[in-house]
């Protein structure tokens, strides 16, 4: 008989979830349930999940693996209602939660009535959410961190790999101690940094319009993830409340050194700073995925007349090639302009690179 999954929240990461799953085990019956109910409509429409349900308390007796793919509040309720819950006995149950340690003690009560849960995080995604945002190479190269409790059978932990397989996600084991203080350094402080530099712009936008024009552009682009669903951020800061209190004292500690470095105007100590951050940056991986998701540009002079956007465009869409984002960034001179294309992977950045070189258009990495 063929196996079924069931998807708790098919959102951008439940839904990504179900697209992978269906790659790898094209015989599985996918189900999913969406508080959102339109959102799961249009899962089942986009042919993410196989059907639609309106509640899952009877699917869930009869599926071989369950996602709890909601936010991580929602993700703690979900464990409860499924520990009442008559379940398969060699049923996997997983979650793709930004933060492990309050999720792994809640699970306690399902392994206390002999359900295997396994803590997941995929370290992939974007600031987008819904079903519709859903990508089955969501995760290729990306670290997915699986928290299984000590009594946890390696078996099981390999059956959840192989269900995950699809993804072409690196799976790393650790403790949701170790998880919920490396993602707080990687992911959810810098969350609340890019937040509280938009929202210093906000208040210099109010008195001077100027600011908001000039926040176009780079200022947009590293605040990115300032973009992020405001209702997954909250709970995730509720969840890792403790390490984000230590790393925001650490963090107002090197405000403190930096406020004294630019009040000392030491041209020395100014340049060490800068200097030791670079070489340290400089240093990381460039081909790997981390937390935070890179996009790749890249830059093409394009004439500047009608029908140049459009041309570009359907040259990539003739490769199968797709674009994240499209920007006109700088006009040069009065006939060139630059057109910034980005695209989710280094892949598809060079094939797109090669693509236009062949179409005669000049492109950069760089600008
Ligand atoms: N967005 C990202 O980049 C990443 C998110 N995560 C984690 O994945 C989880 C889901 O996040 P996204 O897919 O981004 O959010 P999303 O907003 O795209 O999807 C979440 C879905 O859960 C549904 N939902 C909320 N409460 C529910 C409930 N009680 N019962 C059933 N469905 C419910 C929502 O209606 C929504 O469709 C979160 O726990 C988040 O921490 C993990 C890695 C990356
Ligand atoms: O690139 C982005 O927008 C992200 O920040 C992705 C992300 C968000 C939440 C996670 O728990 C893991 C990765």
């Not at 210099?204 to 993830?225: K, M, P, Q, Y």
Request: net charge negative; hydrophobic share 40%; aromatic share 6%.
């Amino acid at each position: 008989m063929d196996k079924r999954v069931l998807i708790i929240g098919v959102g951008l990461i439940g839904g990504s979830i179900a697209l992978a799953i269906k790659k790898e085990h094209p015989g599985v019956y996918i189900t999913g349930y969406d508080l959102n109910e339109q959102n799961c409509r249009l899962a089942e429409k986009m042919n993410i999940i196989d059907e639609c349900l309106p509640s899952f308390e009877k699917e869930a007796a009869a599926s071989d693996l369950i996602i709890l793919a909601c936010p991580v509040e929602e993700v703690e309720q979900k464990i409860c209602q499924l520990a009442e819950l008559p379940l398969k006995p060699e049923a996997i149950i997983t979650d793709v939660g930004s933060t492990k340690v309050k999720i792994m003690e809640k699970s306690a009560v399902l392994r206390e009535k002999g359900a295997v849960f396994i803590g997941g995080h995929p370290m992939a995604g974007s600031h987008k959410s819904g079903a519709g945002s859903a990508r089955r190479h969501l995760f290729e190269n990306a670290f997915y961190i699986l928290t299984p409790a000590g009594n946890t059978t390696e078996e099981k932990v390999c059956e959840l790999k192989s269900w995950l397989k699809g993804t072409g996600a690196n799976f790393v084991v650790m403790e949701p101690e170790e998880h919920d203080m490396v993602t707080g350094v990687v992911s959810h402080l810098p969350h609340l940094i890019a937040t509280s530099i938009v929202r210093q712009v906000k208040k210099h936008a109010g008195v001077n319009e100027r600011v908001r024009w000039l926040a176009a552009g780079g200022f947009r682009d590293i605040t990115r993830i300032a973009s992020s669903s405001p209702a997954m951020w909250r709970d995730v800061v509720k969840h890792n409340q403790s390490s984000l209190l230590s790393l925001i004292d650490e963090w107002i500690d090197e405000m403190e050194y930096v406020k004294d470095l630019v009040q000392s105007g030491d041209q020395d100590d100014i340049y060490s700073y800068f200097a030791d951050a670079k070489k340290f940056r400089d240093a990381l991986p460039v081909r790997a995925r981390g937390a935070i998701d890179a996009f790749y540009d890249l830059y093409v002079d394009v004439l500047d007349k009608p029908g140049v956007i459009s041309h570009v465009t359907a040259v990539l869409a003739e490769k199968r090639i797709s674009l994240t984002n499209i920007r006109i960034i700088e006009a040069r001179e009065d006939v060139f302009g630059v057109l910034r294309l980005s695209f989710q992977t280094e892949e598809d950045r060079e094939k797109a690179q090669e693509c236009l070189i062949k179409n005669d258009y000049e492109t950069y990495l760089n600008m």
